[in-house]
């Protein structure tokens, strides 16, 4: 069953499967961008935000996302600086510095650990009582 929306950025009918709900040729366009972007920040590395946003036609806004989503980095000499959502740290990219990602990451599996022995014990459990309702006497009605 297709899933047929409009393209938020140029407003024309496509497949929508996932992600952004943008057309394929959109997403082209920004992926070109981006290139032009990546290019630009490689020939002027002290460029700030502003100024990559101008010089590249291409919003903050996405300038922003792309570094959220780890796709550009900064050296620490860059005059963008970019802190840990969490901590405040310094960072290159992204949302959170590594010490943060990894505490993070850890709870995260501590959980699903947690949540697969208690369905085991829950499981073991159901087994448990399937196995004496089997082995025990059985009376009948009269």
Not at 51 to 67: G, H, M, P, Y
Not at 70 to 84: A, D, H, K, V, Y
């Amino acid at each position: 069953m297709s899933n047929i929306r409009n393209c938020t950025k140029c407003g024309k009918m496509f497949n929508y499967i996932a992600g952004d709900v943008i057309c394929d040729n959109c997403k082209k366009e920004i992926e070109e961008k981006f290139q032009e972007v990546k290019k630009y920040i490689d020939e002027n590395p002290g460029s700030g935000l502003k100024q990559i946003s101008e010089a590249c036609d291409v919003t903050s806004k996405q300038l922003k996302k792309w570094i959220l989503e780890e796709r550009l980095m900064f050296t620490e000499n860059s005059p963008i600086q970019i802190t840990c959502e969490n901590c405040g740290a310094r960072i290159q990219t992204g949302r959170l510095c590594a010490k943060c990602k990894a505490t993070v990451t850890n709870a995260l599996n501590d959980t699903v650990k947690q949540r697969q022995q208690a369905l085991a014990a829950e499981l073991a459990k159901k087994q448990q009582k399937q196995a004496e309702a089997k082995s025990g006497m059985k009376f009948l009605k009269t």
